[in-house]
């Protein structure tokens, strides 16, 4: 069984073309899954990067 992957914000941001700030709003408003590693490593899974990359092109159609 593989393991998800989990992205750094860094990496998310890349990925979106979104700035930090864009990054944890989305984060902070629910819109994009996260979860915590330890007390303070952030880290997205890539499934919520391609859920929430689904959203928004279903409702752009």
Do not use: F, H
């Not at 864009?22 to 890539?46: A, D, F, K, N």
Request: charged share 20%.
């Amino acid at each position: 069984m593989s393991s998800p992957k989990l992205l750094t914000v860094p990496q998310a941001m890349a990925v979106l073309q979104v700035s930090r700030w864009t990054l944890y709003q989305l984060i902070r408003s629910g819109e994009l899954g996260s979860v915590l590693v330890g007390e303070r490593c952030r880290r997205i899974p890539e499934s919520a990067l391609n859920d929430y990359v689904t959203r928004l092109c279903e409702e752009a159609a």
